[in-house]
């Protein structure tokens, strides 16, 4: 370790400051969310709602998808509305027309500006005076106001009901007709949709801004971005910048310039050791990995197609079976899970290799154990994800057997817990590989490293069970960017980092040290920012300046080492050419260079283009926010889960020799369709939104009336020719691992025009 002590005491240092930071604020979120009061009452003392009520109102809503139709402060999907932003419009317009019937005796625009400035100006004062007593636990709102929420109340009835009147709307919104048949949990769902939009409409305590730091936007009542955050938007760019110049000036004069790369091996090494009976069961892990991704873009295909025709494909009303909220869920979650899985195959083939090329005991059973536990967790989820949307499910079983509603942990608690049972086995396949290597002589920094990485992840997914089915939003909100971001986007960022320095350095085409040290550094670099940059996700959250102000600074930092990213694809690219047999490892290799390139555009350009608080501010639930999700979650971890399938099938099936047609097909035509998806669709559309939400709302800009423009709806057919093009990558790709998989060395017959590579291993 001597060699490598201020890396390590570097890495140490910045994972104990971030995760204190992590963790001393999130106290802040838990004492500072907006309360949910134990009665929302009229000055006359009628009851309308109680807290009971809205938290029945929360599982209602997460029965029915939750996030993945439309969206509760900004989270969620993009074709129905923000029903917090939605919401509060409406019972705006409701209260401002019966002020006007009440007062003038004619509908509200039909006054002159004077008189509309009046009832503006009360109104205003209306919502965003607190009057939530603490003592008592009651909120009390006027009468007039108490009609606009009933209002408010029967359109949301009849819109998740099946009222003939709005069935257009419901096709706009891509929902199925009786989206939720229970009457009594429709009035549940308005409860909870109401103190969302009470909690973005009243003022903090002591504070000029709301509970949700002004968010939406909507200029009704002066919910606008706050003096805070523009400062603390200047401050993220300044401290971007700052990074960049330290980086810069770091790699300049503190990285090494003698160290000549090592003389790369005649034979590869990995084809010289004989595979292990669970190095041989890893052919049904990648057959999967293929399988849920072609799964997962056709529903993709079939989820942009519902942003047109709402109830349809092409004509044929299959909402009733697989509606858009249900194909949304599918395609998120078999997303993670065929990701997921093939970073586990790639983690479960390296354990033999550095066990000295032989399986621990009983491996291979428990590879095939871990297998099977997967397809179990896979098939239950998605059983449970249909029952629940379809209201076939009883409600007390919804959020444990069916659909918990919460965007990227949508499965059910009890699917959760099996997932969380899965890794943590993995986990323990993982060590018993690993721990003996630690015993045999030699430099074991890299091996720590990949160690402490492969622990994380087994361990920090059970973030996810901090909260449960009745949690308040905010508190929710927290423990799941711990998942979504902490354990997606920052630990498994370091495993495959370490992973692949660990395969270059065995292969002899860099050295040992060179790959310790860029690995050290690299986790350093993405913990700095990753750890206390989970802020940047809860802004609006229910949550208060100081998260704002540590989300914005350290998520700047994120962008950071991605600077770089353009010189590590290239020392990537020039590994093909360091020895002749790495000829058959030249489309992982593309798929690595891949992830470089779209880890600096869609995590760091796209990603940068909404973090800053201002941004974020008007264009979170926006459709500029997939276009950073497609490009970072597919283009970096969708490619590396790629990358390491190819990978781990080059070695498990050493006769084959992998199509040149379908591997130049499936990985340019995945970046192509990727490309063409953001450019011709998703960020015009994306730009076009965040006009409106600048100059009339965010509410106008998730509206029926704004996205059904034939313009608009013009850019949504469009996307239909990038879909069909990374339809058929994907399809290139998976038909090459699975034939891969299935022919023997005498059956060997995808030659194509290119000369057959000869095979390594004896």
Known sequence: MDNYRKLWFTLIGVLAVTFTVLGYYGTEVYRSAPPIPQRVITHEGRTLYTQNRILDGQTAWQSVGGMQLG???????????????????????????????????????????????????????????????????????SAQRAEAIARTAAYYDRLFGDAPELRSTRESYAMKEATLPSAERRGDLSAFFFWTAWAAATERPGSSATYTNNWPHEPLIGNRPTGENIVWSIASVAFMMAGVGFLIWGWAFLRKHDESDPKAPARDPLSLIALTPSQRALGKYLFLVVALFSFQVLLGGLTAHYTVEGQEFYGLDISRWLPYSLARTWHIQSALFWIATGFLAAGLFLAPLINGGKDPAYQKTGVDILFWALVIVVLGSFIGNYLAIAQVMPKELNFWLGHQGFEYVDLGRLWQIGKFVGVA?????????????????????????FTASVVAIGLFYSAGFFYGERTHLSVMEYWRWWVVHLWVEGFFEVFATTALAFVFSTLGLVSARMATTASLASASLFMLGGVPGTFHHLYFSGTTTPIMAVGASFSALEVVPLVVLGYEAWENWRLK?????????????????????????????????????ISLYYVQGLNTTPVHAHAALFGVYGFLALGFTLLVLRYVRPELVLSERLMKTGFWWLNAGLVLMIATSLLPIGLFQFHASVSQGLWYARSEAFLQQPFLEMLRWVRTFGDVVFIVGALSIAWQVVSGLL????????????????????
């Open 743 to 762: 022919q023997r060395s005498s059956q060997l017959s995808l030659q194509d025009e290119e000369p057959a590579f000869a095979t390594e291993r004896s």
């Open 425 to 449: 086995f993995w986990l323990v396949l993982m060590l018993r590989g690993i721990v003996p290597a630690f015993k045999r002589a030699g430099d074991k920094n890299l091996l720590a490293l």
């Open 577 to 613: 050419d360091r020895a002749t047999w790495m000829t058959n490892l030249k489309w992982p290799l593309m798929c690595f260079i891949a992830v470089a390139f779209w880890n600096m555009l869609g995590a760091g350009v796209f990603g940068f283009m909404i973090n800053p608080p």
């Open 71 to 141: 969206s509760i402060w900004g989270h969620g999907a993009y074709q129905a509305p923000d029903w917090t932003a939605d919401w509060l419009h409406r019972e705006l317009s409701n209260w401002l027309e019966l002020a006007a019937q009440a007062e003038y005796g004619m509908n509200f625009d039909a006054l002159d500006g004077e008189r509309q400035a009046i009832l503006t100006a009360r109104l205003k004062h209306e919502y965003r005076h607190n009057t939530f007593d603490e003592a008592t636990g009651t909120a009390t709102v």
